[in-house]
Structure formats: structure tokens, C-alpha cells
């Protein structure tokens, strides 16, 4: 099973976690078994629950590239014409 980074699993919900941590048990018992075909089907399940948190990491990203642009202008590090381009 592959594990979401630390990053977008400190922004899952506490419900998303769970079912998070859940689900990568479920997925590690089935390789244990060597049930491969199903633990990619709960992989799966991981994969698009995990979705809204890399948009809030995403979104996270943006707003401090804003910041930094607000910064840098507010201090004479950038002309607002250089944002332009």
C-alpha cells in the first residue's frame, strides 16, 4: 500500500483520517494475504479519498505564492508591471 504524504494526511478531516487509517488496514492484511487484486481495489479507494486534501495543499500552495507576491511588491522586490508578464 502506498502511503499519502505527510503533507496532504495532516490536512485530511478527522472523519477522512479514519477512514483513511482504516482502509490502508484493510489494504495491508489483504498483501499479507496475497490478495494483490483486491488491495489495488482499496488502493483505489484511497486514492480519490485522499483527493480533497491534495486540493487544500494545493490551495495552500496558491495562497502562499500570493503572499509572497504581496511581499515582495509591498517591499519594492517587484514592480506590479513585473507581475504582469
Known sequence: ??????????LLTKEELERYNA??????FLEEQNRHDLARIVQSEIDILILPAIERLKEKGRERDRENLRYMIDHGLLDKDEDDE
Open 1 to 10: 500500500m502506498r502511503h499519502a504524504s505527510v503533507q496532504v494526511r495532516g
Open 23 to 28: 482502509l490502508m488496514e484493510v489494504g495491508r
